[in-house]
C-alpha cells in the first residue's frame, strides 16, 4: 500500500466509502421507510378512532340530553302526577304527540317509552320494536341498578332484561328514573333507544374508504356494534395490524379500530426509484472527486517527486500550471527555495571566510524538505478524508511561510514578514495537533524595524515538540516583542514540561543542530556581542527563551 499513489489511493477510498454508503444507506432506508409507513398508518389510525369515538359521543350525549328534555317537560310531569293521568286522554295524546316530533325528527333516536308507576306506557316508534315487562318495573335488575344512579342515564345494550323479544334490529337504551321536580319522589321512568345500525351509519363510510375494522365496546367489555366479525380469542393476535382505542369517558365505551400495514411490496417501486436515485448521486460524486483529485493531487505529486530527487543533490524546478492558485504559489516558492539552496551551496563553496555560515544553512537545505514532507503527508491525509477546506488552508499557509522565509536570498526581513511566517508555520502544526493555542504581545511601531529571518520559529518549534507535544493537556504559548531603550527583546514561553539545566547545557553545546543551537549561532553571527539569547527552564511548569538585539540592524561576520 506504500507504494500506491495518492490519486490512486483517494479514488480506491471514495469508491469503497460509496460502495459502503449505498449498501448502508439501503438497508437503513428500508427499515426507515417501513417504520414511516408505520408510524403514518398509526397517525391516520389514531385520528380515525378519535373521530368515531367524538361522533359516537355526541350521539349519547344528544340522546341523554332529549331524555332530561321530555322528563322535564311539563305535561310529562303532570302526566305521571296525575293518579289518573292515563285516563286523560289529551293529555297523554299531548305527551304522544311530543315524543313522536322528537323520534321523527332526530335520526339518532329509534322509540321512546315513558313508564309510568302504575305500569301505563306512552311510546312513540319508528318501527315496532318489541314490548315491554310491565311486570318488571319495580322487580328488574334494570331497573333496581337505575335507581341506584338517582336519576342519571343507565347505557344499556338492547335494554337489558325489560324487553320480551327484538323484532327488528338491535339498539342502544338509555334509561333514566323520573322524579317530581317539586318533591324529587319517583314518579316513572323514561327509555330511548338508539338503533345500531345509525352507530354503524356515523362510521360506515370510513370502514368502506379505508378498510378499518371497528369495534365498539361497553364498561364491561361486551361488543355493542361493529363493523366486522368479532373473535374475542383471535381479536389482539394479528401482529401486522395497528390497533388504536378511544375511550369515551362519560360513558365508558372503549371504540377499537384495526388497520392492516399494507404489503411493502406496494412500495417496491418508490424503493428502486429511490436507490437509483442514490446510485446516480454516487456516480456523479465519484467523478467529481476523481476530477477534485486530479486537481490536488498532480501538484502535490509533482512536488514530491522533486522533493525526492532533492535529497540525491538534484535540485531541479518544477513546472505544472493548476487552477488552485495556492499551489501555483507553492511552485514558486519551491523554485525559488531549490535556486536559494543552489545559490547558497555555491557560496558556501566559494566562499571559505562563511563557512560557519554555510554549515548553518546547509542544515536549514536538510531540514526544510523534511518540513515539506510533513505537510505534504498531513496535506495526503486531509485529501483522503475529503477535507478539502483544510486542505486549501494548509497549502495556504505552507506557501506563505515558504514565500516569506526565503525571501529571495534576503536574510533581513521586517518584524512583521517574521511574524507573517511564524503565523503560517504555526497554522500548519495546530492543524496537525490541535493541543495547543498561541498568544502574541506586539509593540506595533516594531512591526516595521528588520530583523534576521527565522529567529523565533525554531524556539516555537521547540516549545510544540518538546515542551507542550509530551504533555497530556492542552498548551500555551506566549510571543511576546517589546521595545526596551535601543534594543528589542523577543521571549518565548511556554507551559509545557520543561526541562533540566543540564538538558539545556546540551541544546546550547549542540553546534550539528540547526534548531536551537544554530538559531543562538546565527544570531551571534549577525548581531555580534549586541545580542543576547537566555534560556530558563523549570520541569513540568515551562520554559521561557529571552531573545535580545539592537534596534539598528548591524551585519558582523
Not at 366486522?228 to 393476535?237: A, E, G, R, T, V
Amino acid at each position: 500500500m506504500t507504494k500506491i499513489r495518492l490519486s490512486n489511493r483517494i479514488i480506491l477510498f471514495f469508491t469503497v466509502l460509496i460502495s459502503i454508503s449505498l449498501i448502508i444507506s439501503g438497508f437503513f432506508f428500508n427499515k426507515i421507510f417501513t417504520k414511516f409507513v408505520e408510524n403514518m398508518v398509526k397517525e391516520n389510525s389514531m385520528q380515525t378512532v378519535t373521530s368515531i369515538g367524538e361522533n359516537i359521543k355526541t350521539i349519547l350525549d344528544s340522546v341523554n340530553n332529549y331524555s332530561k328534555v321530555i322528563l322535564a317537560n311539563d305535561e310529562v310531569q303532570l302526566l305521571l302526577k296525575s293518579p289518573n293521568g292515563y285516563a286523560e286522554i289529551d293529555l297523554r295524546d299531548s305527551v304522544n304527540q311530543t315524543m313522536s316530533s322528537i323520534v321523527s325528527n332526530v335520526g339518532e333516536i329509534s322509540s321512546i317509552y315513558i313508564i309510568d308507576c302504575n305500569n301505563h306506557k306512552y311510546y312513540s316508534e319508528s318501527l315496532a320494536f318489541n314490548y315491554l315487562y310491565f311486570n318488571s318495573i319495580y322487580s328488574s335488575n334494570v331497573w333496581s341498578s337505575t335507581r341506584e344512579l338517582k336519576g342519571a342515564s343507565h347505557i344499556l345494550n338492547n335494554g337489558g332484561d325489560i324487553f320480551r323479544s327484538l323484532t327488528v334490529d338491535d339498539f342502544i337504551s338509555n334509561v333514566r328514573v323520573i322524579n317530581n321536580i317539586e318533591t324529587q319522589s319517583e314518579i316513572g321512568a323514561i327509555l330511548i333507544n338508539t338503533s345500531h345500525n345509525f352507530l354503524k351509519n356515523s362510521f360506515s363510510k370510513i370502514s368502506t374508504r379505508y378498510g378499518t375494522k371497528i369495534y365498539i365496546f361497553d364498561e364491561n367489555k361486551n361488543l355493542i356494534t361493529s363493523s366486522q366479525h368479532y373473535s374475542k380469542d383471535s381479536f389482539y393476535n394479528d401482529v401486522n395490524c395497528v390497533y388504536s382505542t378511544f375511550n369515551i369517558e362519560k360513558y365508558g365505551w372503549d371504540v377499537v379500530t384495526i388497520t392492516s400495514l399494507q404489503d411493502e411490496k406496494s412500495f417496491l417501486p418508490f424503493f428502486l426509484s429511490t436507490i437509483i436515485s442514490l446510485i446516480i448521486l454516487a456516480s456523479l460524486i465519484f467523478t467529481g472527486s476523481f476530477i477534485i483529485t486530479k486537481i490536488i493531487t498532480e501538484p502535490v505529486n509533482i512536488l514530491t517527486e522533486s522533493i525526492e530527487k532533492t535529497g540525491k543533490g538534484n535540485f531541479n524546478k518544477v513546472e505544472y500550471n493548476s487552477f488552485i492558485q495556492d499551489f501555483n504559489i507553492l511552485k514558486n516558492g519551491y523554485n525559488t527555495m531549490v535556486s536559494e539552496i543552489e545559490y547558497l551551496i555555491q557560496s558556501v563553496i566559494s566562499k571559505e571566510e562563511s563557512k560557519r555560515k554555510a554549515e548553518l544553512i546547509s542544515f536549514q537545505s536538510q531540514i526544510k524538505p523534511h518540513f515539506l514532507y510533513n505537510t505534504f503527508d498531513s496535506i495526503s491525509s486531509l485529501a483522503l478524508m475529503g477535507d478539502s477546506e483544510k486542505v486549501y488552508q494548509m497549502v495556504t499557509s505552507l506557501g506563505n511561510f515558504y514565500r516569506i522565509s526565503l525571501s529571495k536570498g534576503n536574510e533581513i526581513i521586517t518584524f512583521k514578514d517574521e511574524l507573517d511566517a511564524l503565523e503560517s508555520y504555526i497554522k500548519i502544526l495546530q492543524m496537525r495537533y490541535n493541543n495547543f493555542d498561541v498568544e502574541y504581545d506586539l509593540d506595533e511601531e516594531l512591526l516595521t524595524l528588520h530583523t534576521l529571518k527565522l529567529i523565533i520559529q525554531p524556539f516555537v518549534e521547540n516549545s510544540i515538540y518538546h515542551g507542550i507535544k509530551p504533555k497530556s493537556s492542552f498548551g500555551l504559548i506566549l510571543i511576546a516583542v517589546k521595545k526596551n531603550e535601543n534594543k528589542i527583546k523577543i521571549s518565548i514561553s511556554d507551559n509545557g514540561i520543561g526541562m533540566k539545566s543540564s538538558k539545556i547545557d546540551t541544546i546550547l553545546l549542540d553546534r550539528n543542530s540547526f534548531g536551537i543551537s544554530g538559531t543562538i549561532e546565527r544570531i551571534k553571527l549577525y548581531y555580534g556581542n549586541n545580542s543576547s539569547v537566555i534560556i530558563n527552564s523549570e520541569l513540568n511548569v515551562g520554559t521561557l527563551v529571552e531573545i535580545t538585539i539592537p534596534e539598528n540592524v548591524t551585519i558582523y561576520g
